[in-house]
Every structure is written in C-alpha cells, then in structure tokens.
C-alpha cells in the first residue's frame, strides 16, 4: 500500500497542535448491525381496593420478570393484570414484559351471576365447577342437600384466590352468587359452566344435582379510562401493546396513541397494539366494520372458555415472539399455550372466519386436539382516507417487517454518519484520508449494500427495483441537509397456497401429444 498524508483533523481526541512526545491513543469502535430489544406491555386493571388489593401505583409501568406471578402481588391474585401477565408468560417466557396498572372506574359496576344447585345428592361424587379454564372441584356426599352443595362452592371459589370472581350466599339457601372483582366490562367475559370435559373426561355432576343459570357473567359496565396508561408509555420505547379492554373508547385512544408514535416527532416504528372481542358472528363483524385502525389487532371470539383478555393475552404471546425474530414469517398455527376451543357446535367455520377477516377481525381455530391456534393475524384497517377498501396494512407483519426495516436505517445511518459528525460534501469532493466525510454517492452506496444484507434475512427483495427507484441527494435550500427517498419492496408472509387439480380416467394420446 501506497503511503499517504492523513491530517492531525482526522482525530477526535488527540489535539491537532499536540507538541508533547511519546505514543498517544484514542479508540473509537465501528457500529455493527446489534438487534435493538423488542420489549411488550400489558395494560390491564389491578385489585385497587379491599381485600387482596394489588400494592402497585395505578398507571405505572412495572417491569415483570421470570414466570410473571409478581403480577399477582402488584396487581392482587385474581386481577385482570394477573390472568393475563400469566397467559402471556405461559406461551412466552423471553419477551421483556412491563405491566401497566389501572384501577377500576369509581363510576363501574362490577359483572354478577346467579347460580342455582338443584335436588339432592343420590350419591357421592365430585362436583366439576369452572370459571373460566379454572376448575374448582366441590366433593359431595350421599343425601347431600343442594343448599349444602352451594355452601361448600361458595367455600371453594372463595379459597381459590387466583380466580377472577368471589361468591357469597342469597337469601335463597340452595343460590350461589359470583360477583366479578373488577367493576367494568371484563367481568362480562368470564364464563361459568360445570364438567367442561365431559363423561370422557371423567367429568359430569353428581347423579340426582343439578346445576342452572350458568355462562357468561353479565351487567358488569365502564372501563377505566386510559389517559394515565398513555401518559405513562410517553416516553418510554415499547413495541408491543395487550389491552384487556375492546371497548370504543380504549381503541379510540389507542389507535391515536401508536399513530402519534407511527411519526417523525415520536419516531417509535413498528409499534402494535393486540386485544381481543367476544361475540357472535354477525356482532363481531358489526364491531369490526365500525373501526379501521392500522396499527390494532384484535382476536375474535365466541363461546370460549377462557375470557376474551385472556385468549387475546396468549395469542399476543406467541405473535411477538415470532414478529420480534422474524417480522415477515406468517403466524398461523402457532398455538396457544393453555387455552381451550369452543365447544364445536360453536365453533366458528372456515365461512365464518372468512367474514371476519373480512371485517377487519383477527382469527383463531381449533385444533384438533381441542386447543386453539392462530388463523390468520390481521389489523383492523379496511378502508384509506378516501374511503376506499385498501390492504396495504392488512396482515400484522406488515407494519411489523417496515418498524424492522425503518429502525435498521435509522441505526445505520445515524451509526455511520451523524454519531461519527461526519462533513457533507459534494460527491467527488478530494477529501484527505482520515477525516470524517460523506457525500450523497456513499451514503447511496452504504444504504444498497444494507439492502442487500435485508434480502439475504428475507425481510426485503427485488434490489434491482430498489436501485432504480432509490434516490438521495443534498437538500437544494438546506446545506447540511441530505434527503432519501428509500423503496423498499418488503418481503412477504405465505398466506395462501391455491391448487387445481385437473384428472383423467385415463388422458387422451392426442392431448398428451400437444402438451
């Protein structure tokens, strides 16, 4: 190699009019391509008040560690936060995970039901009582009255701390009532059924009980409001947002919130929200064509076991994950950790799933073992701003694979060449060796050769177009100011594999002859 001239200016820390002698240092390291952390945040409503309350600030963010059950201590055992964080944990045990407590809404009514054990006891068996996936397991004696019954369920709810409900007596000995322990519509999700398993699962009442006014709690009415949740996340760089709540309100707040982090001011790229919705068919395509958020996701549910929150909290596990370390891979069949399907005469079908995807409504389908795994993860927009249908946002990799993607520029350029203070010159400007320069021509060159490393991790493709639809160049009025106009074709999920199948009983020589 040729020797050269490098002037003393190409040096950070060592002065240019040094005049002491001896070997003088500085080190500077060169910025690699390091993956940025994607960290998740539950937002949900704690146990504020009474007994078993959670000990956590409302409307702070908490970070939660290992397996998740110091939910239960933050937000008390039972809290919509606590189910959720231990759904969530039980199908991901990586994602870093923050959890934002709010308390009730003073003006809320808590969701109640009513049950009824009928009859007495023709012989001693086991009495199978869920909440939700939880069973309680009341034991039963011969002649046992149903007032009898009733007493030692109220006992059995009550000492299972970590269900979502409490029960207390009526003034009808034989009556059982469950009363949520939030006041808001997320008592309205769970659900109250006996042997869930059925004879085959060696469940079933006790011969000569019965057992009515079960499913679905309801009455329970306003969720808390979100301007404390929101505050909280201001400056604080999450990727992924769980809401426990699906409520038109809380997707009106949201869906501004991550719109606001969606720009150059706020400047959080790829971010997400997930929640989930009960309902029939014809009511959760009626909520979705209603709403027309690109950056919300919500999972679509009907006569589930589990609460919508919670079926939500385990699908969102597994889709971070999955978007974290591969944005444009799709998530169908990936399962979730725990949960359980509707039984099958109320099971959405294919048809039916197709109308919600229509509808702006996330999916899931059993499996066929019983559980449930993803369909298809979509965002609820539908519709650009003139009304039009548009997909370009539809599938959740989407605005996952282009965060990826603009994050990764912002790195490497502000790596390369703000963090370096390099100069701006015009291309072909004879800078000397050493001195920290850039010109529009390399900063081209930096950003093509990074597009060429996006498609060899398949999250980009077509380079050829890039190059030719790719511009950068100095600002005309702005000296210090380069501007790019950066085309990206991102890489894509396969959704749909479509296959024709054309038979013959035995084909024709002349047609084989002409192929």
Known sequence: MATMQIAAEAFDEIAAEERISGVQSEVVGVPGYLRESQEACIVAQMVSAGEGAGTALPGVPYVISGDGSQAAVLGGRGSQAHRMTKAFRAG??????????????????????????????????????????????????????????????????????????????????????????????????????????GELGGEAVPAGLTVSGLGFLTAGATNPEQAAARAAVANREYFYFLLGWSDTATLDAWSAEIEDMWTPTRDLWGRIAFTGRRGSLSQLKSFGAARNDRFISSVGTYETPSPAFETAARAFARVVRSLANHPARPLHTLTLVGDRAAPPESRFS???????????????????????????????????????????????????????????????????????????VDDGTPVGPGIPYTTPKLIEATVIAHYDRLQSLGLAENIEAFKALFKVGRDPSNPTRVNMIYTPDIANPLITFANRVEFSLQWPQELLAAA
């Open 92 to 197: 991901n045990k990586t994602t870093p995970l923050s959890v934002i407590f709010l308390a009730d809404d003073a003006a809320g009514v808590a969701a109640t039901k009513t049950v009824t054990i009928g009859g007495a006891a023709t012989a001693a068996g086991t009495l199978p009582f869920y909440v939700g996936l939880d069973r309680i397991r009341v034991g039963v004696a011969e002649d046992d009255a149903a007032a009898d019954v009733a007493t030692a369920l109220i006992a059995a709810i009550n000492a299972a701390a970590d269900l979502m409900v409490t029960a207390e007596a009526t003034a009808t000995p034989a009556e059982v009532k469950v009363t949520a322990k939030h006041k808001g519509e997320c008592g309205n999700e769970v659900k109250l059924h006996v042997a869930l398993l």
């Open 350 to 424: 294919k048809a039916d799933r197709k109308d919600l995807l229509w509808s702006g409504l996330a999916t899931i389908e059993a499996t066929p073992a019983g559980g449930l795994q993803i369909d298809r993860m979509i965002t609820m927009w539908q519709r650009n701003s003139a009304g039009d249908a548009d997909d370009t946002w539809l599938d959740v990799t989407t605005p996952a694979t282009v965060g990826r993607i603009v994050n990764e520029i912002k790195k490497l350029v502000h790596d390369r060449f703000i963090a370096t203070r390099c100069i701006l």
